[in-house]
T-cell receptor
Framework: DAGVIQSPRHEVTEMGQEVTLRCKPI?????LFWYRQTMMRGLELLIY????????DSGMPEDRFSAKMPNASFSTLKIQPSEPRDSAVYFC????????????FGEGSRLTVL | AQKVTQAQTEISVVEKEDVTLDCVYE???????LFWYKQPPSGELVFLIR??????QNEISGRYSWNFQKSTSSFNFTITASQVVDSAVYFC???????????FGDGTTLTVKP
């Protein structure tokens, strides 16, 4: 079975541009998480969904960040407009059960905002 | 609120040495789950083990072993006869039924030198 698939793997953009990161969770997993990893702040949970419904978005840093999960097999994280401080690796993870289940991570999307 | 502390930021050992990575957690829940993840230099995060709060049996898997002690709120990870391929960042995480999401520690960077 395929793992969590993220795209793009690398994105370089200029400040002010819109960035869209994509994620396909493992089939059958009903929870999906977006994390951001930086040297300064480590792994931060941005938002997570359960059965396609956003449960907790308290980690989303600003209104410039938004996430959607239109169906069980696809989610997006959008940054508009992007800023240099958004540069980070963004991970998507999915889980069978958000309470008890381990997280299966994608390979991450490395974002550089110039 | 849940919290995970990995006090060791960096550890360096020579190949074949044993090494223990510490993890201390805080939670008000009586039902919770503990996890360890590995992030090798390639960047992906890989699940290693899950433990629930009712199972204090130690776990051994090859050169890896985990010591869960509720009395000290610790879930330590030992690598026996370390190898260069064990070099990675190791994250401890906690999920309780109240929060419904995993909280990660800051990670311990393990370097195994030949």
């Amino acid at each position: 079975d395929a793992g969590v698939i993220q795209s793009p793997r690398h994105e370089v953009t200029e400040m002010g541009q819109e960035v869209t990161l994509r994620c396909k969770p493992i089939s059958g997993h009903n929870s999906l998480f977006w994390y951001r990893q930086t040297m300064m702040r480590g792994l931060e949970l941005l938002i997570y969904f359960n059965n396609n419904v956003p449960i907790d978005d308290s980690g989303m840093p600003e209104d410039r960040f938004s996430a959607k999960m239109p169906n069980a097999s696809f989610s997006t994280l959008k940054i508009q407009p992007s800023e240099p401080r958004d540069s980070a690796v963004y991970f998507c993870a999915s889980s069978l059960d958000r309470y008890t289940g381990e997280l299966f991570f994608g390979e991450g999307s490395r974002l550089t905002v110039l | 609120a849940q919290k995970v502390t990995q006090a060791q930021t960096e550890i360096s050992v020579v190949e074949k040495e044993d090494v223990t990575l510490d993890c201390v957690y805080e939670t008000r829940d009586t039902t919770y789950y503990l996890f360890w993840y590995k992030q090798p230099p390639s960047g992906e995060l890989v699940f290693l083990i899950r433990r629930n709060s009712f199972d204090e049996q130690n776990e051994i898997s090859g050169r890896y072993s985990w010591n869960f002690q509720k009395s000290t709120s610790s879930f330590n990870f030992t690598i026996t006869a370390s190898q260069v391929v064990d070099s990675a960042v190791y994250f401890c995480a906690l999920s309780d039924t109240n929060a419904g999401k995993s909280t990660f520690g800051d990670g311990t960077t393990l370097t195994v030198k030949p």
